[in-house]
């Protein structure tokens, strides 16, 4: 089988490419990305393929990235596709976003990929018909699963490099060279009269990576394993089978798990995540912190925290969260929430307090959500005339308590408690008060409170009330 028949394999076989379709393609100029050009160039005619060229200049080699633009766009020029070209200073994003150098172009790349589709988008383009095309290799293959073996990898690093991919913006992201070796390339180039660039670094050991394809692969194959690069990418297929029936069974696992979800917040039923296989349950609380907003930099120092506060034995228990989240056991449930949900998202400018006959309140605003009414003339009978203006929008405090019937009081941290407030939410509630005197503690998690001493009655004249999120 030619090295062209197995590219076609490779595309068919997990649908990376499909007629009628745009495909964004990196193209450095080096002997991967020319030799992918080649080949799309190949089934553009028979397939009905529109390329878009895309060449970044990192300026991380002053002079010869400048050389392997200018082959670019003539390369292009004489192919017919004229070249997108983007220049990043990337030693200038290394240094400002605390990134590797390498680290850095790779981001640049990839957000000149996605600026190119979002172009197409804007042209009319169904974001369905577009692809974006790199030209990793099983040699990348090798090298990145070998890479995250020696970081510690779980089964989901063990899999190494996907076929297909999406990234932020939805867009597909295709390798179809991943099972070809750069030698078959490099013959491919030379049998077709293709001269591509060669960077003069990657032969050099200035960085990890390099130092792992230049010395440690070939001591393995000289000392070890002869093969070591066909292992290694096998090991990657088996790793890659088992994480997806993992995924697919804690997909499932989670869609039954799941109470409820808000912006910046899911919670979880505890007793079935208890019960999960722990390679399961990490897999639905990944998914969780995804939800909730939670998508990068969350460690297995994170996870093990969590794991912990599962199993804790009290009802209430927590960990800090990378972001500013918090992991929390509600009464038995899981929950992952963001700073901003859990302190309410509502400030006390939101708040609104207004003072209106009992007649208006009656007819126009009784009944509405997020809101509180209040008898005027009883709480000037204990306040004074000036009772609305010393009404305040604050956390609790010690000594804080609530009205309730009978003429008894109850103090909000028993309010919380018997309604199951987390503890770790308490302090972050808004309450209405009047010095110690709660007169309402508005929603919280579908939950909320009023004082029963100055309720509105048929012989109310002017009622006060307390609303949020909310214009007249």
């Known amino acids: 089988m030619t090295t062209f028949e197995k590219i076609l394999k490779t595309i068919s076989r997990h649908q990376l490419i499909e007629k009628h379709q745009h495909i964004v393609l990196g193209l450095s100029g080096g002997p991967d990305s020319l030799c992918l050009f080649h080949v799309l160039l190949r089934l553009a005619g028979q397939w009905d393929l529109t390329i878009h060229p895309v060449h970044i200049n990192h300026k991380l080699r002053p002079g010869a990235a400048e050389e392997d633009q200018a082959f670019v766009e003539e390369f292009c020029r004489r192919a017919g596709c004229p070249a997108r070209v983007y220049t990043y200073d990337c030693n200038a994003i290394a240094a400002r976003e605390h990134l590797t150098s390498e680290e850095a172009g790779r981001k640049a790349r990839y957000e000149a990929f996605a600026l190119t589709a979002a172009a197409l988008r804007a042209e009319g383009i169904r974001p369905g018909d577009i692809r974006i095309a790199v030209a990793q290799n099983a040699d990348d293959q090798a090298e990145t699963i070998l890479f995250r073996i020696l970081r510690g990898a779980g089964t989901d690093g063990l899999a190494g490099i996907s076929y297909c991919r999406r990234d932020e913006d939805g867009n597909r992201i295709v390798r179809p060279l991943l099972d070809i ?84 917040m899911v919670t979880l039923e505890g007793d079935g995540l208890r019960s999960l296989h722990p390679a ?68 006390p400018e939101e708040f609104r307090i207004s003072v209106v006959t009992a007649q208006t309140w009656r007819t126009a605003r009784k009944g509405e959500k997020n809101q509180a009414a209040f008898d005027l003339d009883a709480l ?30 109850k103090k909000v941290q028993d309010l919380f408690v018997d309604a199951k407030i987390p503890r770790g939410d308490r302090d972050h509630i ?16 579908g939950w909320s409170r009023y004082s029963a001493k100055y309720s509105v009655g048929p012989d109310t004249k002017k009622v006060i009330y307390i609303e949020k999120n909310c214009g007249m």
């Not at 070591?228 to 869609?255: F, H, P, V």
């Not at 005339?385 to 003429?407: C, Q, T, V, W, Y």
């Open 380 to 409: 000037e009978a204990v306040y004074g005339a000036d009772a609305a203006e010393k009404i305040r929008l604050r956390n609790r405090l010690p000594g804080d308590f609530l009205a309730i019937s009978g003429g008894k009081r």
């Open 280 to 347: 399961l349950r990490q897999r639905v609380l990944s998914m969780a912190f995804q939800e909730a907003g939670l998508a990068e930099d969350v460690s297995y120092a994170h996870y093990e925290s969590c794991e912990a506060m599962v199993f804790h034995a009290g009802p209430s228990a927590g960990c800090d969260l990378p972001g500013g989240y918090r992991f929390d056991r509600v009464y038995g449930d899981v929950r992952i929430a963001s700073k901003e949900y859990l302190s309410g998202t509502v400030s």
């Open 181 to 264: 070796y750069k030698e078959e390339i490099l013959d491919y180039c030379r049998e077709q009269e293709l001269t591509p660039c060669i960077d003069k670094t990657n032969e050099e050991p200035l960085y990890a990576r390099n130092r792992l394809r230049l010395q440690l692969i070939p001591l393995l194959q000289q000392e070890y394993n002869s093969n070591i690069k066909d292992t290694l990418n096998r090991m990657g297929r088996i790793a890659a089978c088992d994480s997806q029936c993992l995924w697919e069974q804690a997909a499932a696992a989670y869609e039954k798990l799941c109470r409820r979800k808000e912006s910046g």
């Open 430 to 445: 808004l309450l209405a008060a009047i010095g110690h005197e709660v007169l309402w503690i508005p929603p919280a998690g």
